[in-house]
C-alpha cells in the first residue's frame, strides 16, 4: 500500500474514475462526495494525502480545506476548473498544498500525489539553522529558543530547502521542482502563498522578514544564520 | 525663459478664467490707457491754456510798459537807454513774480542800424535760440504772437517754455523785438505729478478689474471644473459621482443635466457591467461544468489507453484517436477560456522584473523537440547585459512560446532565429522565420482569431488559430506591442517590445519590425499599434 | 498634432491684445508739455502811441555849406534836443563829436531869433558872438546876467570828407532867448522846508521833450539846486534812484518806479517823498491824475493812502501854506481890518480899534496873529486877534519895515536905521539879528518871506536905486525861542532876480515860485509885474501910476489875487479882464505870509 488518499468531490463519475486511476497506481482511495461529511470522513480514515474539489455542495471545498488544515498537516491537493489567480490563491491560503487544474491527465495528479507523500519516504538525521531557528529535520520539528514552530510539511520541506543551502538564492521555479516535484515551470503563485504562510508562522515581523528574505527579481533565500 | 513661455501658453490654452482674466485686464488695460490718455491730454491741454492766457496777459502788460517806458524816457538825457534797457529788462523779467519765472529777451530788429544804439542784448542767462523762430514774423506782424519752445538752464536742464514776442518801438531808434519765455516746468511738474497719479490708478483699476474678472469667472468656471472633475472621475470608473446643483441658475441647470446624463450612463454601463458578469460567470461555469466531466473522460480515456494493446485492433486504434482529439479539445478549450478572459476583461497582470533572456531560453528549451522535429535550427540572440522588464512572465512566456512554434511550423525547415534586444525604455523580442513569408495584405489578418494563411493546409498543422490573438492581447496587456512583418517567399518576423515600467507608454521598439536580414527593405506595416492600456480590447484586429 | 491654420489662427489671436497694449503703452507719450509749435497771433498789439509834438526840429548840414554856414546851422540846430543834439552833432567831426558835452551849461543871447554874428578869422577858425542876457547851468537853474555882456564862441573848423566840420569847440549851448522859450519849459522840483512840514519848490529848466515825467523825477531824486542846497531837505533816501529810468503816463496814472533804496524810508519819509512826487509830477499838467509809486517793483506802501495817489493828495504840504481864498488885510483910518465879499471889516481886538495906529501890519500864516509897525516906524507891536488880544511892543527904536511872518510863526523885519534883518522867533522878543551876505545895493530896507520859508526877498537901498535881492534861509531848523542860536540863522546864495531892475518900492510873494514887484525895468516908470523867482518867466501887469505898496496871494482858480495902493491911500485890485478895480480907501495892503 503506497497511501490512503481521501477524495473529496461531489461528481461522483470523477471521483470513480479517480479511484479507478489511484486504485491502479497502487493507492487506497476513499471517496466522498459532500463536504458535510469530508471532515468526518477524514478523521475516520486518517488518509496519508486528501484530494480536495474546491466547487462542493454543502461544505464549500475552502472551508473544508481549512477545517482539515486546522487539525492536521496532511497534503492536500486541490482540484480545481477554476483558472482566476483569486480563486488558486484562496484555496492555497485556507490551507492548500497544490493544486491540480481540471481537466488534467492521470499521470499527471499521479505524479502531484506522488511528489507530496514521497519526502516521507527518506528521513535523514540533520539539524540545521536559519535565522535564529533550528530545523531537526529528521525529528520534523521547528525551534525557536526551545519553542517549537508548527509547521505543515510543505512549509517544513520549503524552510529545510532554503536553510540547506544559506548561500544559494532560489528562484521560484528552483523550489517548485525541488519542493513541489514539477518538472517544468509551473505557477509560482504556489511559492508566493506558501512563502507568506510560512513567514507568517517563523517571522517575528512578516512584514521585515528576516528567515526568508525576497531578493528582488530573483526569488528567496534563506536569512543569516 | 522659453520654457516659461511655453508654459503661460500652456496655462493660456488650458485655463478658461486664467484667457478671460487676462483678456478683461488687457482690454481694460487699453481702456485705461486711452481714456488716461484723453485725461491727460485733457489736462495738459487745461494747464497749457492757462498759462499761455496768463502769459500773454503778462506780457501784453509787459510789452504795453514797456512801449510806455520808452515813451516816457527822458529824451534829452544823454545816453537815456544805456541804463533805461537792462534796468527795464531787469524790471520786466521780474516781472512782479519770483526770480526765474521769466526771462526776457530784448533784440534789435533789423530797421535799427544804428551802431551806437544801446540796444539789441538779452537779459542775463536768457536763451536766445528759443526766440530765433518767431523773430520774422515778430518783425513784420504788429501783433502779440506766442509759440511754444525750449531753452537750456544754466544747469544744463531743457525746460519748456511759452515764448511771447511783440514788436516795440523805442522813439528816434526804431522797431525792436520784445521776447517773455514763461517757463513751463511747473505745469511739466503737475502733469508728471497727474501722470504718476493716472498711471497708479490705472494699475489700481486694472488689478480690480482683474480681481474682479477672476472672482466672476470663477463662479462659472468652478461648477465646470467641477463637471469636468466629476466627468474624469466618471470616465475612471467612479460611476456614482455627482455634481453638487446648488441654486436654479444656468450653472444649476448644467449641473443637474449633467447628473442626469451621469445617471442615464451609469445605469447602461452597469447593465452592461451586469451583461459581463453574467457572461464571465456563464463561461466560468461552463468551464467548469465542462471541465469536470471532460476530466472524467480524460481519465477513462487514460485507462482505455493505457490498457489498449489487449483489445481488437480497431479499438485499441479507436482508443488512440480518442486520446489525441482529448488533447485536442482540451487545448483549444484552454485557448477560448483564455480569450474569454480578455473579453470579459479579467484578464489580470501579475508584473515582476523578469529577465527576457532567460525567458527566451526556457521557451527555446521547451520548444527543442518540435524544431528537432521539423528539422529547424533554434538561434538565439541576445544581448550581454540581459534585458530585465516589469512583465508577466507566465504570460510572455505564453507569447513566445507562441510566436516560435508558429515560427518552427512555418518555418519550412528553416533556422529560426530569437533576437533579444533592449534599450532604455523598452525590451523587445523578435522571432524571425524563413518560410513562405506573408502577403501584405494578410499580415493585418495574422492576429485574427481562427485566421489561417492558407485555408487549403488548414488543420495540418498544430494549434488552435488563437495562439496570435492571445499573444496579442498578452501583449496589449503589457502595454506592449506585438507586430508582424513578412514577405512572400522571404519568411516574416514578429516582434513582441515591451515597456520596460509598467505604465510607461512605448515610443518605439529596440529592434526594427523589418529585419536586416530582409530581402529587400519592405514598408514596414504597423499593426494594433501604438497601444493604449485600456478595460477591454476593442478592434485591435483591423 | 495640431494643424498648422489652427495654430496660425492662435497666433493671430494672441497678437492683437498685444498690439493694443503696445499701443497703450505708446499713446501717453504724446500728452507732454510741447517744446515747439506754430507761431500763433494771440490779439491786434495797437499800443496808443501819439508821438509827443517836439518843439524844434533842426535840419543837418548840407552838402557844399560854408564854414560859416556850418556854424550858423549849428548854432541853429543845438535847439533840437532830441537825441542828445543828435543834429547839432551831425555838424561836428567825430572826435568833437565825441567830446562835446551840450549839457554843461546854456548861454542865452538876446538875437530874438535873429542872427548871431559868425565871422570866419582865418586858419579854419570861426568865431560867434552875441550879447548874453542871461545864462542856464548844467542844473538847468536860470539866471538873469547884468549888462548884457558881448560873448564869443570859437570853433575849430575841420574838413571831413570834403565839408566843413566843426573840430573845436566850447561845451554848452548858446541859444537865443527865444529859442529857450521854445525849447525849455520851467519846472518846479519840489523839497522840503527845513523843518520838513512844507514842500519849497526849486525852479529849474529842461528842455520840453517827451519824458518830461522821467525828467523832472529823476531830477527831483537828484536833489535841490547849488542855491537850495542847504535851505531844504528831501525825503529820498540817501541813493534813490529810479528803478527803469521813464516815468510812463497811461491814462492819468503816472507810475514811478524807485529801486529797493526807496524801501528803506520810514512811514514819514515815506508819506514826504510822495508829497514831494506828488507836487513834482501834477504841476506838468492835469494828464497826470494819479500817481503810484514803487519800490523794487512792489507798491511803496504809506499808510491812509491809495497806492494810486491822487494829484490832490498832500496838500497839506503846499509850499503856499494858504488856505483857498485867502482874505486880504489891509489898514484904514488907522484900523486894522480885512476884506469880507469887498467890504472893510476892522478886526476883532485892539488891532481893529484904531486906539493905536498901525501900518505895514503882516498876519500870520494862521491868521491868528498880527505884526504891524507903528506909523512912526519906530515900534513893532505883535497881538493876537481876538477880542482879548493886545498888542504888544516887541520891538521898539530905529526905523522899521514892514514885518514878516515866516510858516513856523517868527517874525522878520528890517531896521533900516541900522540896516540890519531881525528876526523874532516865535513873533516875541527878543530880536535877533540874521547874518546876512553882502548883498547887492547896499542894506536891506525891506523883507518878505516866502511863504515855505525858505527863501526871502529883500529890497536894498532905497529910491531910484533900490533892488531886489532873493535869498535862501539856512539853519532855520535849528530856530528855537528857548535856545538862542542866532548865528545859525542865515541869509546865502544873495542874487538879483532881475538884474536891470530898479526903483524896487514893493515886493510881495504871490506864491512860492512868484513874487509880485512894484519897480521900474529898464528905465521905464514903476510898474507891478510878477515873476519867477528865477526871473525866467515874467507877467506884466496893465501899468497904474503913483502905486505904493503891493500884496499877492497863490493865484486860484477865480482869479490871481494881486493888490496894490496907491500913494492917495486907495486900494486896487487886479481883475482879469476888467483892470484894476478899486476896493476903496485904504494902505498897506497884505495877505498872511
Same mark, same amino acid.
Given at each position: 500500500?503506497?497511501?490512503?488518499?481521501?477524495?473529496?468531490?461531489?461528481?461522483?463519475?470523477?471521483?470513480?474514475?479517480?479511484?479507478?486511476?489511484?486504485?491502479?497506481?497502487?493507492?487506497?482511495?476513499?471517496?466522498? $462526495?459532500?463536504?458535510?461529511?469530508?471532515?468526518?470522513?477524514?478523521?475516520?480514515?486518517?488518509?496519508?494525502?486528501?484530494?480536495?474539489?474546491?466547487?462542493?455542495?454543502?461544505?464549500?471545498?475552502?472551508? *473544508?480545506?481549512? $477545517?482539515?488544515?486546522?487539525?492536521?498537516?496532511?497534503?492536500? *491537493?486541490?482540484?480545481?476548473?477554476?483558472?482566476?489567480?483569486?480563486?488558486? *490563491?484562496?484555496?492555497?491560503?485556507?490551507?492548500?498544498?497544490?493544486?491540480?487544474?481540471?481537466?488534467?491527465?492521470?499521470?499527471?495528479?499521479?505524479?502531484?500525489?506522488?511528489?507530496?507523500?514521497?519526502?516521507?519516504?527518506?528521513?535523514?538525521?540533520?539539524?540545521?539553522?536559519?535565522?535564529?531557528?533550528?530545523?531537526?529535520?529528521?525529528?520534523?520539528?521547528?525551534?525557536?529558543?526551545?519553542? $517549537?514552530?508548527?509547521?505543515?510539511?510543505?512549509?517544513?520541506?520549503?524552510?529545510?530547502?532554503?536553510?540547506?543551502?544559506? /548561500?544559494?538564492?532560489?528562484?521560484?521555479?528552483?523550489?517548485?521542482?525541488?519542493? /513541489?516535484?514539477?518538472?517544468?515551470?509551473?505557477?509560482?503563485?504556489?511559492?508566493?502563498?506558501?512563502?507568506?504562510?510560512?513567514?507568517?508562522?517563523?517571522?517575528?515581523?512578516?512584514?521585515?522578514?528576516? *528567515?526568508?528574505?525576497?531578493?528582488?527579481?530573483?526569488?528567496?533565500?534563506?536569512?543569516? $544564520? | 525663459?522659453?520654457?516659461?513661455?511655453?508654459?503661460?501658453?500652456?496655462?493660456?490654452?488650458?485655463?478658461?478664467?486664467?484667457?478671460?482674466?487676462?483678456?478683461?485686464?488687457?482690454?481694460?488695460?487699453?481702456?485705461?490707457?486711452?481714456?488716461?490718455?484723453?485725461?491727460?491730454?485733457?489736462?495738459?491741454?487745461?494747464?497749457?491754456?492757462?498759462?499761455?492766457?496768463?502769459?500773454?496777459?503778462?506780457?501784453?502788460?509787459?510789452?504795453?510798459?514797456?512801449?510806455?517806458?520808452?515813451?516816457?524816457?527822458?529824451?534829452?538825457?544823454?545816453?537815456?537807454?544805456?541804463?533805461?534797457?537792462?534796468?527795464?529788462?531787469?524790471?520786466?523779467?521780474?516781472?512782479?513774480?519770483?526770480?526765474?519765472?521769466?526771462?526776457?529777451?530784448?533784440?534789435?530788429?533789423?530797421?535799427?542800424?544804428?551802431?551806437?544804439?544801446?540796444?539789441?542784448?538779452?537779459?542775463?542767462?536768457?536763451?536766445?535760440?528759443?526766440?530765433?523762430?518767431?523773430?520774422?514774423?515778430?518783425?513784420?506782424?504788429?501783433?502779440?504772437?506766442?509759440?511754444?519752445?525750449?531753452?537750456?538752464?544754466?544747469?544744463?536742464?531743457?525746460?519748456?517754455?511759452?515764448?511771447?514776442?511783440?514788436?516795440?518801438?523805442?522813439?528816434?531808434?526804431?522797431?525792436?523785438?520784445?521776447?517773455?519765455?514763461?517757463?513751463?516746468?511747473?505745469?511739466?511738474?503737475?502733469?508728471?505729478?497727474?501722470?504718476?497719479?493716472?498711471?497708479?490708478?490705472?494699475?489700481?483699476?486694472?488689478?480690480?478689474?482683474?480681481?474682479?474678472?477672476?472672482?466672476?469667472?470663477?463662479?462659472?468656471?468652478?461648477?465646470?471644473?467641477?463637471?469636468?472633475?466629476?466627468?474624469?472621475?466618471?470616465?475612471?470608473?467612479?460611476?456614482?459621482?455627482?455634481?453638487?446643483?446648488?441654486?436654479?441658475?444656468?450653472?444649476?441647470?448644467?449641473?443637474?443635466?449633467?447628473?442626469?446624463?451621469?445617471?442615464?450612463?451609469?445605469?447602461?454601463?452597469?447593465?452592461?457591467?451586469?451583461?459581463?458578469?453574467?457572461?464571465?460567470?456563464?463561461?466560468?461555469?461552463?468551464?467548469?461544468?465542462?471541465?469536470?466531466?471532460?476530466?472524467?473522460?480524460?481519465?477513462?480515456?487514460?485507462?482505455?489507453?493505457?490498457?489498449?494493446?489487449?483489445?481488437?485492433?480497431?479499438?485499441?486504434?479507436?482508443?488512440?484517436?480518442?486520446?489525441?482529439?482529448?488533447?485536442?479539445?482540451?487545448?483549444?478549450?484552454?485557448?477560448?477560456?483564455?480569450?474569454?478572459?480578455?473579453?470579459?476583461?479579467?484578464?489580470?497582470?501579475?508584473?515582476?522584473?523578469?529577465?527576457?533572456?532567460?525567458?527566451?531560453?526556457?521557451?527555446?528549451?521547451?520548444?527543442?523537440?518540435?524544431?528537432?522535429?521539423?528539422?529547424?535550427?533554434?538561434?538565439?540572440?541576445?544581448?550581454?547585459?540581459?534585458?530585465?522588464?516589469?512583465?508577466?512572465?507566465?504570460?510572455?512566456?505564453?507569447?513566445?512560446?507562441?510566436?516560435?512554434?508558429?515560427?518552427?511550423?512555418?518555418?519550412?525547415?528553416?533556422?529560426?532565429?530569437?533576437?533579444?534586444?533592449?534599450?532604455?525604455?523598452?525590451?523587445?523580442?523578435?522571432?524571425?522565420?524563413?518560410?513562405?513569408?506573408?502577403?501584405?495584405?494578410?499580415?493585418?489578418?495574422?492576429?485574427?482569431?481562427?485566421?489561417?494563411?492558407?485555408?487549403?493546409?488548414?488543420?495540418?498543422?498544430?494549434?488552435?488559430?488563437?495562439?496570435?490573438?492571445?499573444?496579442?492581447?498578452?501583449?496589449?496587456?503589457?502595454?506592449?506591442?506585438?507586430?508582424?512583418?513578412?514577405?512572400?517567399?522571404?519568411?516574416?518576423?514578429?516582434?513582441?517590445?515591451?515597456?520596460?515600467?509598467?505604465?510607461?507608454?512605448?515610443?518605439?521598439?529596440?529592434?526594427?519590425?523589418?529585419?536586416?536580414?530582409?530581402?529587400?527593405?519592405?514598408?514596414?506595416?504597423?499593426?494594433?499599434?501604438?497601444?493604449?492600456?485600456?478595460?477591454?480590447?476593442?478592434?485591435?484586429?483591423? | 498634432?495640431?494643424?498648422?491654420?489652427?495654430?496660425?489662427?492662435?497666433?493671430?489671436?494672441?497678437?492683437?491684445?498685444?498690439?493694443?497694449?503696445?499701443?497703450?503703452?505708446?499713446?501717453?507719450?504724446?500728452?507732454?508739455?510741447?517744446?515747439?509749435?506754430?507761431?500763433?497771433?494771440?490779439?491786434?498789439?495797437?499800443?496808443?502811441?501819439?508821438?509827443?509834438?517836439?518843439?524844434?526840429?533842426?535840419?543837418?548840414?548840407?552838402?557844399?555849406?560854408?564854414?560859416?554856414?556850418?556854424?550858423?546851422?549849428?548854432?541853429?540846430?543845438?535847439?533840437?534836443?532830441?537825441?542828445?543834439?543828435?543834429?547839432?552833432?551831425?555838424?561836428?567831426?567825430?572826435?568833437?563829436?565825441?567830446?562835446?558835452?551840450?549839457?554843461?551849461?546854456?548861454?542865452?543871447?538876446?538875437?530874438?531869433?535873429?542872427?548871431?554874428?559868425?565871422?570866419?578869422?582865418?586858419?579854419?577858425?570861426?568865431?560867434?558872438?552875441?550879447?548874453?542876457?542871461?545864462?542856464?547851468?548844467?542844473?538847468?537853474?536860470?539866471?538873469?546876467?547884468?549888462?548884457?555882456?558881448?560873448?564869443?564862441?570859437?570853433?575849430?573848423?575841420?574838413?571831413?570828407?570834403?565839408?566843413?566840420?566843426?573840430?573845436?569847440?566850447?561845451?554848452?549851448?548858446?541859444?537865443?532867448?527865444?529859442?529857450?522859450?521854445?525849447?525849455?519849459?520851467?519846472?518846479?522840483?519840489?523839497?522840503?522846508?527845513?523843518?520838513? &512840514?512844507?514842500?519849497?519848490?526849486?525852479?529849474?529848466?529842461?528842455?520840453?521833450?517827451?519824458?518830461?515825467?522821467?525828467?523832472?523825477?529823476?531830477?527831483?531824486?537828484?536833489?535841490?539846486?547849488?542855491?537850495?542846497?542847504?535851505?531844504?531837505?528831501?525825503?529820498?533816501?540817501?541813493?534813490?534812484?529810479?528803478?527803469?529810468?521813464?516815468?510812463?503816463?497811461?491814462?492819468?496814472?503816472?507810475?514811478?518806479?524807485?529801486?529797493?533804496?526807496?524801501?528803506?524810508?520810514?512811514?514819514?519819509?515815506?508819506?514826504?517823498?510822495?508829497?514831494?512826487?506828488?507836487?513834482?509830477?501834477? +504841476?506838468?499838467?492835469?494828464?497826470?491824475?494819479?500817481?503810484?509809486?514803487?519800490?523794487?517793483?512792489?507798491?511803496?506802501?504809506?499808510?491812509?493812502?491809495?497806492?494810486?495817489?491822487?494829484?490832490?493828495?498832500?496838500?497839506?504840504?503846499?509850499?503856499?501854506?494858504?488856505?483857498?481864498?485867502?482874505?486880504?488885510?489891509?489898514?484904514?483910518?488907522?484900523?486894522?481890518?480885512?476884506?469880507?465879499?469887498?467890504?472893510?471889516?476892522?478886526?476883532?481886538?485892539?488891532?481893529?480899534?484904531?486906539?493905536?495906529?498901525?501900518?505895514?501890519?503882516?498876519?500870520?500864516?494862521?491868521? &491868528?496873529?498880527?505884526?504891524?509897525?507903528?506909523?512912526?516906524?519906530?515900534?513893532?507891536?505883535?497881538?493876537?486877534?481876538?477880542?482879548?488880544?493886545?498888542?504888544?511892543?516887541?520891538?521898539?527904536?530905529?526905523?522899521?519895515? +514892514?514885518?514878516?511872518?515866516?510858516?513856523?510863526? &517868527?517874525?522878520?523885519?528890517?531896521?533900516?536905521?541900522?540896516?540890519?534883518?531881525?528876526?523874532?522867533?516865535?513873533?516875541?522878543?527878543?530880536? +535877533?539879528?540874521?547874518?546876512?551876505?553882502?548883498?547887492?545895493?547896499?542894506?536891506?530896507? +525891506?523883507?518878505?518871506?516866502?511863504?515855505?520859508?525858505?527863501?526871502?526877498?529883500?529890497?536894498?537901498?532905497?529910491?531910484?536905486?533900490?533892488?531886489?535881492?532873493?535869498?535862501?534861509?539856512?539853519?532855520?531848523?535849528?530856530?528855537?525861542?528857548?535856545?538862542?542860536?542866532?548865528?545859525?540863522?542865515?541869509?546865502?546864495?544873495?542874487?538879483?532876480?532881475?538884474?536891470?531892475?530898479?526903483?524896487?518900492?514893493?515886493?510881495?510873494?504871490?506864491?512860492?515860485?512868484?513874487?509880485?514887484?512894484?519897480?521900474?525895468?529898464?528905465?521905464?516908470?514903476?510898474?507891478?509885474?510878477?515873476?519867477?523867482?528865477?526871473?525866467?518867466?515874467?507877467?506884466?501887469?496893465?501899468?497904474?501910476?503913483?502905486?505904493?505898496?503891493?500884496?499877492?496871494?497863490?493865484?486860484?482858480?477865480?482869479?490871481?489875487?494881486?493888490?496894490?495902493?496907491?500913494?492917495?491911500?486907495?486900494?486896487?485890485?487886479?481883475?482879469?479882464?476888467?483892470?484894476?478895480?478899486?476896493?476903496?480907501?485904504?494902505?498897506?495892503?497884505?495877505?498872511?505870509?
Amino acid at each position: 500500500m503506497k497511501g490512503r488518499v481521501l477524495i473529496v468531490d461531489d461528481d461522483t463519475a470523477l471521483a470513480e474514475m479517480l479511484g479507478i486511476v489511484l486504485r491502479g497506481e497502487g493507492y487506497e482511495p476513499t471517496l466522498c $462526495a459532500d463536504g458535510d461529511q469530508a471532515l468526518a470522513m477524514f478523521r475516520e480514515h486518517k488518509p496519508d494525502l486528501v484530494l480536495l474539489d474546491l466547487m462542493l455542495p454543502g461544505t464549500d471545498g475552502i472551508d *473544508v480545506c481549512r $477545517a482539515i488544515r486546522a487539525e492536521s498537516g496532511v497534503p492536500i *491537493v486541490m482540484l480545481t476548473a477554476k483558472t482566476d489567480t483569486i480563486d488558486v *490563491v484562496v484555496g492555497l491560503e485556507s490551507g492548500a498544498d497544490d493544486y491540480v487544474m481540471k481537466p488534467f491527465k492521470p499521470k499527471e495528479l499521479v505524479a502531484r500525489i506522488r511528489a507530496r507523500l514521497r519526502r516521507s519516504e527518506e528521513p535523514t538525521p540533520e539539524l540545521l539553522e536559519i535565522g535564529d531557528l533550528v530545523i531537526d529535520v529528521a525529528g520534523h520539528s521547528v525551534k525557536r529558543n526551545g519553542t $517549537a514552530i508548527g509547521l505543515t510539511p510543505l512549509e517544513f520541506d520549503l524552510l529545510v530547502a532554503l536553510a540547506r543551502k544559506p /548561500w544559494q538564492v532560489f528562484t521560484r521555479e528552483v523550489l517548485l521542482e525541488q519542493v /513541489w516535484g514539477y518538472r517544468h515551470a509551473a505557477d509560482t503563485r504556489l511559492v508566493n502563498v506558501h512563502v507568506q504562510r510560512l513567514r507568517s508562522k517563523v517571522e517575528r515581523d512578516p512584514e521585515s522578514p528576516e *528567515v526568508v528574505v525576497t531578493v528582488r527579481g530573483v526569488g528567496y533565500k534563506a536569512g543569516p $544564520a | 525663459m522659453r520654457r516659461w513661455v511655453r508654459r503661460g501658453i500652456a496655462v493660456w490654452r488650458r485655463s478658461l478664467q486664467m484667457r478671460v482674466v487676462a483678456t478683461t485686464t488687457v482690454f481694460s488695460l487699453v481702456a485705461i490707457m486711452v481714456l488716461g490718455n484723453i485725461l491727460i491730454t485733457e489736462v495738459r491741454d487745461g494747464l497749457l491754456d492757462a498759462k499761455v492766457q496768463a502769459s500773454l496777459a503778462e506780457a501784453s502788460t509787459g510789452v504795453r510798459t514797456s512801449q510806455e517806458a520808452f515813451d516816457s524816457a527822458d529824451r534829452s538825457e544823454p545816453g537815456v537807454y544805456d541804463t533805461l534797457v537792462p534796468d527795464l529788462v531787469r524790471q520786466l523779467t521780474r516781472g512782479g513774480g519770483p526770480e526765474g519765472s521769466r526771462d526776457v529777451v530784448l533784440l534789435r530788429g533789423p530797421d535799427v542800424d544804428t551802431p551806437e544804439s544801446p540796444l539789441g542784448r538779452s537779459s542775463i542767462g536768457a536763451d536766445v535760440s528759443a526766440v530765433e523762430p518767431m523773430r520774422p514774423q515778430v518783425q513784420t506782424r504788429s501783433e502779440l504772437l506766442w509759440t511754444y519752445g525750449e531753452v537750456s538752464r544754466t544747469s544744463g536742464r531743457q525746460v519748456p517754455v511759452v515764448v511771447v514776442g511783440a514788436p516795440v518801438v523805442v522813439p528816434e531808434n526804431g522797431t525792436y523785438e520784445l521776447y517773455f519765455l514763461f517757463p513751463l516746468d511747473k505745469e511739466q511738474e503737475t502733469l508728471g505729478l497727474v501722470r504718476r497719479a493716472l498711471l497708479l490708478a490705472a494699475l489700481g483699476m486694472v488689478l480690480l478689474v482683474g480681481g474682479i474678472a477672476w472672482l466672476v469667472t470663477r463662479q462659472v468656471v468652478t461648477p465646470v471644473r467641477m463637471a469636468a472633475r466629476i466627468a474624469e472621475r466618471l470616465s475612471a470608473g467612479r460611476l456614482e459621482e455627482r455634481m453638487r446643483v446648488r441654486g436654479e441658475d444656468d450653472l444649476a441647470r448644467l449641473a443637474a443635466s449633467f447628473n442626469r446624463m451621469a445617471t442615464s450612463l451609469q445605469r447602461q454601463i452597469r447593465q452592461l457591467e451586469d451583461l459581463s458578469r453574467v457572461q464571465r460567470r456563464f463561461v466560468s461555469d461552463v468551464s467548469h461544468e465542462l471541465r469536470t466531466p471532460l476530466t472524467t473522460v480524460r481519465m477513462a480515456a487514460d485507462v482505455l489507453h493505457e490498457a489498449r494493446s489487449g483489445f481488437d485492433p480497431a479499438v485499441e486504434r479507436s482508443a488512440e484517436i480518442l486520446q489525441t482529439q482529448l488533447d485536442r479539445f482540451e487545448s483549444l478549450l484552454g485557448d477560448l477560456l483564455e480569450i474569454s478572459r480578455y473579453d470579459a476583461g479579467a484578464a489580470h497582470l501579475e508584473a515582476e522584473p523578469t529577465d527576457l533572456v532567460v525567458t527566451a531560453r526556457q521557451v527555446m528549451d521547451s520548444v527543442e523537440p518540435l524544431a528537432d522535429r521539423r528539422g529547424s535550427e533554434l538561434r538565439l540572440v541576445v544581448p550581454r547585459s540581459g534585458a530585465v522588464a516589469e512583465v508577466d512572465s507566465r504570460r510572455i512566456e505564453r507569447v513566445l512560446r507562441n510566436l516560435v512554434v508558429n515560427a518552427i511550423e512555418h518555418g519550412e525547415g528553416r533556422p529560426v532565429t530569437v533576437l533579444v534586444a533592449g534599450d532604455e525604455d523598452a525590451v523587445a523580442v523578435a522571432v524571425r522565420d524563413h518560410g513562405v513569408g506573408l502577403e501584405p495584405s494578410d499580415i493585418t489578418m495574422v492576429f485574427n482569431r481562427f485566421w489561417r494563411a492558407d485555408p487549403a493546409r488548414a488543420r495540418t498543422t498544430g494549434g488552435t488559430g488563437l495562439g496570435l490573438s492571445i499573444a496579442m492581447e498578452d501583449a496589449h496587456l503589457h502595454g506592449g506591442w506585438l507586430q508582424a512583418w513578412g514577405e512572400p517567399g522571404d519568411g516574416c518576423q514578429f516582434r513582441l517590445t515591451v515597456p520596460r515600467r509598467q505604465g510607461a507608454e512605448l515610443e518605439g521598439s529596440p529592434i526594427p519590425l523589418e529585419p536586416a536580414d530582409s530581402a529587400r527593405r519592405a514598408r514596414p506595416v504597423q499593426v494594433g499599434a501604438p497601444y493604449r492600456r485600456v478595460g477591454t480590447p476593442d478592434g485591435v484586429d483591423a | 498634432m495640431r494643424s498648422a491654420p489652427q495654430a496660425a489662427e492662435r497666433r493671430s489671436r494672441w497678437w492683437r491684445p498685444a498690439v493694443l497694449l503696445l499701443l497703450a503703452a505708446v499713446l501717453p507719450a504724446c500728452a507732454s508739455i510741447p517744446t515747439s509749435g506754430p507761431v500763433r497771433a494771440d490779439r491786434g498789439l495797437r499800443v496808443d502811441r501819439e508821438d509827443v509834438a517836439v518843439p524844434f526840429i533842426a535840419e543837418g548840414p548840407v552838402r557844399g555849406a560854408t564854414v560859416t554856414q556850418v556854424v550858423q546851422g549849428f548854432l541853429r540846430a543845438s535847439a533840437d534836443f532830441r537825441r542828445d543834439h543828435e543834429v547839432a552833432r551831425r555838424y561836428l567831426t567825430p572826435r568833437a563829436r565825441q567830446e562835446w558835452r551840450p549839457a554843461a551849461g546854456t548861454t542865452v543871447h538876446d538875437s530874438g531869433g535873429g542872427p548871431v554874428t559868425v565871422e570866419e578869422t582865418g586858419d579854419g577858425v570861426v568865431v560867434a558872438g552875441a550879447s548874453e542876457i542871461a545864462h542856464i547851468d548844467a542844473e538847468g537853474s536860470f539866471r538873469r546876467t547884468a549888462g548884457s555882456p558881448e560873448v564869443t564862441r570859437t570853433f575849430r573848423m575841420e574838413r571831413v570828407d570834403g565839408q566843413w566840420r566843426i573840430d573845436a569847440l566850447e561845451d554848452g549851448l548858446l541859444l537865443s532867448m527865444l529859442d529857450v522859450e521854445q525849447t525849455f519849459r520851467q519846472v518846479s522840483l519840489y523839497f522840503l522846508s527845513p523843518l520838513r &512840514n512844507s514842500l519849497v519848490p526849486d525852479t529849474v529848466l529842461v528842455p520840453e521833450l517827451p519824458g518830461l515825467s522821467t525828467k523832472v523825477v529823476s531830477r527831483l531824486l537828484r536833489g535841490p539846486t547849488a542855491g537850495l542846497r542847504g535851505s531844504v531837505e528831501t525825503a529820498f533816501p540817501q541813493g534813490t534812484e529810479l528803478e527803469v529810468q521813464s516815468v510812463p503816463v497811461d491814462a492819468g496814472l503816472a507810475i514811478v518806479a524807485l529801486d529797493a533804496q526807496a524801501r528803506r524810508a520810514d512811514q514819514l519819509q515815506r508819506e514826504q517823498m510822495s508829497a514831494q512826487i506828488v507836487w513834482t509830477l501834477k +504841476q506838468l499838467g492835469p494828464e497826470i491824475d494819479r500817481i503810484r509809486i514803487t519800490a523794487a517793483g512792489e507798491d511803496l506802501a504809506v499808510s491812509g493812502v491809495a497806492a494810486d495817489q491822487g494829484r490832490d493828495s498832500w496838500l497839506t504840504y503846499d509850499p503856499d501854506g494858504l488856505a483857498a481864498g485867502p482874505s486880504l488885510y489891509a489898514v484904514r483910518d488907522g484900523q486894522f481890518g480885512r476884506f469880507i465879499e469887498g467890504s472893510f471889516q476892522p478886526v476883532d481886538g485892539p488891532a481893529g480899534t484904531g486906539a493905536v495906529p498901525l501900518a505895514t501890519p503882516a498876519v500870520s500864516l494862521d491868521t &491868528n496873529r498880527v505884526a504891524a509897525v507903528s506909523t512912526d516906524g519906530t515900534t513893532l507891536r505883535v497881538g493876537r486877534l481876538a477880542e482879548d488880544g493886545s498888542l504888544d511892543v516887541v520891538v521898539s527904536g530905529g526905523d522899521l519895515s +514892514q514885518p514878516s511872518w515866516d510858516p513856523d510863526g &517868527n517874525l522878520w523885519v528890517v531896521d533900516r536905521s541900522t540896516g540890519r534883518l531881525l528876526l523874532l522867533p516865535g513873533g516875541a522878543g527878543p530880536a +535877533q539879528t540874521v547874518e546876512l551876505p553882502r548883498l547887492p545895493g547896499g542894506t536891506p530896507t +525891506q523883507v518878505s518871506v516866502s511863504r515855505d520859508g525858505a527863501r526871502i526877498a529883500l529890497i536894498t537901498g532905497a529910491g531910484r536905486s533900490a533892488r531886489l535881492v532873493l535869498g535862501a534861509v539856512t539853519g532855520v531848523e535849528e530856530l528855537d525861542a528857548d535856545v538862542p542860536a542866532v548865528a545859525r540863522i542865515a541869509v546865502v546864495d544873495p542874487r538879483e532876480v532881475l538884474p536891470d531892475l530898479r526903483g524896487v518900492q514893493d515886493v510881495a510873494w504871490a506864491d512860492a515860485t512868484t513874487l509880485a514887484v512894484l519897480g521900474s525895468r529898464d528905465e521905464l516908470p514903476p510898474a507891478p509885474f510878477l515873476t519867477s523867482i528865477d526871473g525866467f518867466d515874467i507877467v506884466d501887469v496893465v501899468p497904474e501910476p503913483e502905486l505904493a505898496t503891493v500884496a499877492a496871494a497863490p493865484p486860484d482858480a477865480q482869479a490871481s489875487p494881486l493888490v496894490v495902493g496907491t500913494t492917495d491911500g486907495e486900494l486896487l485890485q487886479y481883475t482879469s479882464g476888467r483892470g484894476w478895480v478899486s476896493l476903496g480907501e485904504g494902505i498897506d495892503p497884505t495877505y498872511p505870509g
